[in-house]
């Protein structure tokens, strides 16, 4: 035996070793696999900044116990776990770890009803776009389109375009292209509609009141009143 394969043996004895302490946790999947497994942040230093990117772990599952497909859910301190594609094996310990997404309201916390009825929940974020002007002078109107934005969607919802999405605070957006489809969540284009929430306001019948007619110009009574 070389060093290098005696190398990897001691390296996969030591791995099972391991993993009898560090695969702590142990749950059903929605597949039907029941494994032991252990979660850790997949970039503490990176993600810690957002809570859609901060939300993806590291699952690895037990060398002796069966895997769960990608797409699959548990549950996990108190939330739900999805779980994704797996990384290619270790050189030394031929074990792979999935990349995994914690699914709760702090990643999505918009709650949205879908225009056939199912409710889902869903992140949305204005999408940059440049300022614009109306009319020409001095007193030209600036400023910049909101009906462009980026909806992040639970992974295992899946939406198309022409699909409308009415928020509990009235707002209505229409998904839109383009559309990218992942195991660990869609991202959509959403065209705002508009607050549903705004009554229709009518024009005030009621006639300004009539003005008064400027002054004899040598009249001082108009600036002096007795």
């Known amino acids: 035996m070389s060093d290098l394969e005696l190398l990897r043996s001691m390296s996969q004895e030591l791995y099972h070793q391991e993993a009898d302490l ?18 850790e942040r997949l970039d503490p230093v990176k993600l810690a900044n957002s809570p ?17 497909a990608p797409g699959s859910t548990v549950a996990y301190l108190g939330c739900r776990l999805s779980v994704g594609t797996r ?17 709760d309201e702090r990643v999505y916390p918009t709650h949205a009803t879908h225009v056939d009825g199912p409710s889902i929940r869903l992140r949305i974020v204005a999408r940059g776009a440049l300022p614009f002007t109306v009319g020409a002078g001095l007193q030209d109107v600036q400023g ?38 992942d195991l660990l969540g869609d991202t959509v ?37 007795p």
């Not at 946790?25 to 696999?33: A, E, I, N, V, Y």
């Not at 990117?53 to 690895?60: E, Q």
């Not at 639970?154 to 957006?173: A, I, N, Q, R, Y």
């Not at 009539?210 to 002096?224: I, L, N, R, T």
């Open 52 to 68: 859609l990117t901060a939300s993806l772990l590291k699952v690895r599952i037990h060398p002796d116990d069966s895997r769960p």
């Open 87 to 103: 990384s290619d094996p270790s050189d030394f310990t031929g074990q792979t770890y999935s990349v995994a997404r914690v699914i």
């Open 22 to 39: 560090l695969r702590r946790h142990s749950g059903t999947w929605s597949d039907g696999t029941t494994c032991r497994f252990s979660v």
């Open 189 to 225: 284009g959403l065209s705002w509609q508009g607050d549903q929430t705004v009554p229709n306001l009518t024009p005030d019948p009621t006639l300004d009141a009539p003005g008064k007619p400027d002054p004899v110009p040598g009249d001082d009574s108009y600036w002096h009143t």
């Open 144 to 181: 910049a389109p909101v009906s462009s934005h980026v909806g992040f969607v639970e992974p295992g919802v899946k939406l198309h375009g022409g699909d409308v999405l009415t928020l509990d605070s009235g707002d209505k957006f229409t998904v839109v292209p383009p559309l990218q489809h």
